[in-house]
């Protein structure tokens, strides 16, 4: 024999509790939607208020949507699923910070999301900006933005430079070398510590048929100078052939 709650799911007929169960699932999602409404337009106003450019340092956008969830109003051993649609905000406010973008070949600052919290105490706490995960004060956090935006501007400046020098010294390495097969950017791996320190130097490669190649580094000033040179038949000499050279040549 089927009991009521058995017949009630076969049927699709839905008890007061069931409806109950709908209704207070939809005031709450309901709810929920107008609190992050209210804390989305608080935190702009309080990163406003605090010294943030609305236009230069915040991006403020928000969409309500629809959305279509599936839930269980039936019991742990008769489930039964029924489709509820209600609304929910998309986006937010979001910190912006200058970074450099080299995607497309030619560098360029943009604009990228920064993450953050606001905490009870009135601090913020944006572990990209600070450096640590410590909460800070806001006016603190608006210094550090701009001291970011800053060094990104220097260091886009150093970048156009040597972009510019590089791109020179490969153009006159074209005319110095015309027997090249190659002559290409490179980078190359320098330790400088005992297990795993180390930085890459920025090269250019000239490379030659028989496989000998000579690698220049481009100074600041624009400057070329040789940093290796791999001569491929020097490289199949013996010691002993090397020092005959070398007598050879002293005893001249």
């Known amino acids: ?68 969830r599936e839930i269980n109003i039936g019991t742990y051993n008769h489930r039964e699923e029924v489709e509820l649609t209600f609304d929910v905000v998309k986006g937010g406010v979001e910190i912006l910070r200058d970074e450099i973008d080299t995607k497309d070949g030619e560098p360029k600052i943009v604009k990228r999301a920064t993450w953050f919290t606001l905490s009870s105490d009135g601090k913020i706490e944006c572990s990209s900006l600070v450096g ?30 040597q972009l510019s020098n590089t791109q020179k010294a490969i153009n006159e390495l074209n005319d110095e070398f015309p027997q090249a097969i190659s002559i290409d950017e490179k980078q190359e791996w320098i ?13 250019i490669e000239v490379r030659f048929e028989d496989g000998s190649y000579v690698t220049f580094e481009v100074l600041y000033s624009g400057e070329k100078r040789i940093y290796k040179v791999y001569d491929i038949e020097e490289a199949k000499m013996t010691n002993e052939q090397k020092v005959e050279r070398l007598v050879k040549r002293v005893t001249k």
Do not use: C
């Open 1 to 68: 024999m089927k009991n009521e709650g058995q017949l009630t799911l076969e049927l699709n007929v839905r008890t007061a509790e069931q409806q109950k169960y709908i209704d207070d699932y939809l005031t709450a999602r309901e709810n929920d939607l107008k609190y992050q409404v209210d804390i989305i337009k608080k935190n702009y106003q309080t990163l406003s208020l605090a010294g943030f450019d609305q236009t230069e340092d915040l991006k403020y956008e928000t969409e309500i949507v629809s959305v279509t």
């Open 191 to 203: 330790r400088s510590g005992p297990r795993y320190g180390g930085y890459t130097k920025e090269l």
């Open 132 to 161: 640590s995960y410590r909460s800070v004060k806001l006016e603190t956090l608006v210094r550090k933005l701009k001291d970011h935006n800053e060094n990104i501007k220097a260091q886009l400046e150093n970048l156009t430079k």
